[in-house]
Nanobody, 123 residues
Framework: VQLQASGGGLVQTGDSLRLSCAASGRRFSNNGMGWFRQAPGEEREFVAAITWGNGRTSYADSVKARFTISRDNSNNMLYLQMNSLKPEDTAVYYC?????????????????WGQGTLVTVSS
């Protein structure tokens, strides 16, 4: 399984970005898929997750109402729409896939990881 994240960049406070994650190597049916982020010197933290099959979602409180996770089953793509970006959203963002069927918030529940894409939000 390979996950390829893209879409990061340098934006200003209040701007929007959409991250994409292309999954290859298998067809996901009911797996949990997630976005995590890691700022310099910090631990990797949960951002959002979705169950591939039924679309059930979960969000970190810090991004709720600003970020939206979605998936395109037919194209095996995962997305993270990020609006109203803040400087504290600056981090490397990773997409991940789990073998379980829940939108887990735990890093340890995810088996497959993309390489990360850098998001920098200037003030």
């Amino acid at each position: 399984v390979q996950l390829q994240a893209s879409g990061g960049g340098l934006v200003q406070t209040g701007d929007s970005l959409r991250l994409s994650c292309a999954a290859s190597g298998r067809r996901f049916s009911n797996n949990g898929m997630g976005w995590f982020r890691q700022a310099p010197g910090e631990e990797r933290e949960f951002v959002a997750a979705i169950t591939w099959g039924n679309g059930r979602t979960s969000y970190a409180d810090s991004v709720k109402a600003r970020f939206t996770i979605s998936r395109d089953n037919s194209n095996n793509m995962l997305y993270l729409q990020m609006n109203s970006l803040k400087p504290e959203d600056t981090a490397v963002y990773y997409c991940a896939a789990s073998r379980g069927a829940i939108p887990s918030r735990q890093v340890s529940d995810y088996t497959y990881w993309g390489q990360g894409t850098l998001v920098t939000v200037s003030s």
